[in-house]
């Protein structure tokens, strides 16, 4: 079946600092979407990206979406204490598997002040 | 416009006993699905629903279902409780095409002893 892969798993940084998390489906994806965990909270929705080699910012995030439609990154500049949190990316299967949304193990980002 | 609610938030049960989790979905989103989350294997898809069909189901052993009422509220079951099964229960809800963002409730935790 469909595997979602993250990396990394943890990334630790000092206030100020850049982060990038990478994602790798092991299909072709028609979007992917990407989701914050805060400690204690749940998913909440980021972004979609859905054309291939789409990038799209958010303030001080930029998320891209490879060429193939089978990778994708979230970059955050200067990182501040309220980035905090897990990023996952998600694709929807293909087919049958279409309603499905399959998640990466997730990449948990602490900040050191 | 009132989120995703799950009830209960926390449950305990003893093992071999069955729970019932509900969910009431963002009016006039359509599509409910169900997730796992546990510390190891992150976000694990369980199935998910659109008027009252289910359309997906993850990899999870038949003691796990699930259903969806003419109003989308939808309800998940695990019977015969085992220890493995202490997680964090997440329903998410989203409009009527496959990989529509999700918004997702805060979870019902789930602690089998």
């Known amino acids: 079946g469909q595997q979602v892969m993250q990396i990394p798993q943890y990334q630790h940084v000092q206030e100020g600092e850049d982060f990038t998390t990478y994602c790798n489906s092991s299909?072709?994806?028609?979007?992917i979407q990407w989701y914050k965990q805060r400690p204690g909270g749940h998913p909440v929705f980021l972004i979609q990206?859905?054309?291939?080699?789409e990038v799209k910012k958010q303030k001080r995030l930029t998320f891209q979406f490879g060429e193939a439609k089978k990778n994708s990154s979230l970059h955050i500049t200067a990182t501040q204490t309220t980035d905090v949190g897990t990023y996952f990316c998600a694709g929807p299967g293909s087919g049958a598997g279409s309603y499905q949304l399959t998640f990466g193990k997730g990449t948990k980002l602490s900040v050191i002040p | 416009k009132a989120g995703v609610t799950q009830t209960p938030r926390y449950l305990i049960k003893t093992r071999g006993q069955q729970v019932t989790l509900s969910c009431s979905p963002i009016s006039g989103h359509r599509s409910v699905s169900w997730y796992q989350q546990t510390p190891g294997q992150g976000l694990q898809f369980l199935f998910e629903y659109f008027s009252e069909t289910q359309r997906n189901k993850g990899n999870f052993p038949g003691r796990f279902s699930g259903r969806q009422f003419s109003n989308s509220r939808s309800e998940m079951n695990v019977s015969t409780l085992e220890l493995g099964d202490s997680a964090l229960y997440l329903c998410a809800s989203s409009l009527v095409d496959s990989g529509s963002p999700l918004h997702f409730g805060n979870g019902t935790r789930l602690t089998v002893t």
């Open positions: 990206l859905v054309k291939s080699g």
């Open positions: 299909t072709t994806l028609s979007n």
